[in-house]
């Protein structure tokens, strides 16, 4: 799972789902806003490298096999940005995996390294043809 060298951080909270960030669209929810300060306390000073793109590989273990795994990773990245002072378009690789552990035992676990796969496109990819103007 790990590669040579790269550290995986584990934060020790449950993880927060984006369901419970806002009220309506753009005030942030009071749970949301604990849950960004306590996991940045909790965080140790990590060295991000300062530019190029970044990989980040997710394992988050809930309790509940109904818990979905996409609605952790935007509370997450918006909180690693927060404390690492980095811009999140800078990410161009997200891997993610869900894990059942029992009740209390919920945690994410993260790695933040160099993306070094470049701006690539997917493979074998092809545009669908576009309908051009004025032709059936």
Not at 38 to 55: C, H, S, T, V, Y
Not at 85 to 105: E, H, L
């Amino acid at each position: 799972m790990a590669s040579p060298g790269t550290l995986w951080v584990d934060t020790g909270l449950k993880p927060l789902s984006a369901n419970k960030m806002h009220y309506g669209r753009k005030t942030d929810t009071k749970e949301y806003r604990a849950y960004k300060a306590e996991m940045k306390r909790r965080l140790p000073d990590l060295n991000i490298p300062e530019d190029g793109p970044l990989r980040i590989r997710v394992l988050a273990c809930f309790s509940s096999k109904l818990a979905d795994l996409d609605n952790v990773l935007k509370p997450l990245l918006d909180t690693l940005q927060d404390r690492y002072g980095f811009n999140d378009r800078r990410v161009y690789r997200i891997t993610a995996q869900k894990k059942i552990v029992p009740k209390g035992s919920e945690t994410i676990i993260f790695a933040i390294d160099q993306w070094e796969g470049g701006n690539t496109d997917a493979p074998n990819t092809k545009r669908p043809n576009r309908p051009t103007k004025g032709r059936s």
